[in-house]
Antibody
Framework: QVQLQQWGAGLLRPSETLSLTCAVY????????WSWIRQPPGKGLEWIGE???????NYNPSLMSRVTISVDTSKNQFSLKLNSLTAADTAVYYC????????WGQGTLVTVSS | DVQMTQSPSTLSASVGDRVVITCRAS??????LAWYQQKPGRAPKLLIY???YLESGVPSRFSGSGSGTEFTLTISSLQPDDFATYHC?????????FGQGTKLEI
């Protein structure tokens, strides 16, 4: 059974950096892309980016200048950093497995407010 | 980016109804389309992948069809547990974009 467990700070101020980590339990870590997806309150889903075990990444062009996704294969974990936060970055952030996401983390509400 | 347009945005229906949700892509995505169900406060759940393949454990009243730019999700006979929001997603071309969602309500 594959499980994704994510954590990170939930309340940040404008201009700060969001940092979230997702740990993967069960299944193969090296056979899949690992994704971050977000959902602003009451709105639709937005794909942020993905990483594979080698460290190769793909990012949403609209966020590319502010996003870094990294991987720690020794711990079966991957992480998201998003800098220069504004209120528009307030959202539930999800980690997920694959390009079509079969498994999801529980979600983390990140609120950006002064 | 490939734009994904879902219709309708909101759908009112009753238990036992057959409902169809449509997703249109701004360019061909072949069959690289997924459908998700999301309930309030929960992560989305994968229902259909590659346009028409039913995810394991998903009831057979759900089905998907289409290719290229036009896709549909059909629920053959609505059950109380099906009232939720449904999202389509293309995973053919970066960045992998979602539709705006369809809220299915009583």
């Amino acid at each position: 059974q594959v499980q994704l467990q994510q954590w990170g700070a939930g309340l940040l101020r404008p201009s700060e950096t969001l940092s979230l980590t997702c740990a993967v339990y069960g299944g193969s870590f090296s056979d899949f892309y690992w994704s971050w997806i977000r959902q602003p309150p009451g709105k639709g889903l937005e794909w942020i980016g993905e990483i594979i075990h080698s460290g190769s990444t793909n990012y949403n062009p609209s966020l590319m200048s502010r996003v870094t996704i990294s991987v720690d294969t020794s711990k079966n974990q991957f992480s998201l950093k998003l800098n220069s936060l504004t209120a528009a970055d307030t959202a539930v952030y999800y980690c997920a497995r694959g390009r079509m996401a079969r498994y999801w983390g529980q979600g983390t509400l990140v609120t950006v407010s002064s | 980016d490939v734009q994904m347009t879902q219709s309708p945005s909101t759908l009112s229906a009753s238990v036992g109804d057959r409902v169809v949700i449509t997703c249109r892509a701004s360019q061909s995505i072949n069959s690289w389309l997924a459908w998700y169900q999301q309930k309030p406060g929960r992560a989305p759940k994968l229902l259909i992948y590659q346009a028409s393949y039913l995810e394991s454990g998903v009831p057979s009243r759900f089905s998907g069809s289409g290719s290229g730019t036009e896709f549909t999700l059909t629920i053959s006979s609505l059950q109380p547990d099906d009232f939720a929001t449904y999202h389509c997603q293309q995973y053919n071309t970066y960045s992998y974009t979602f539709g705006q969602g369809t809220k299915l309500e009583i």
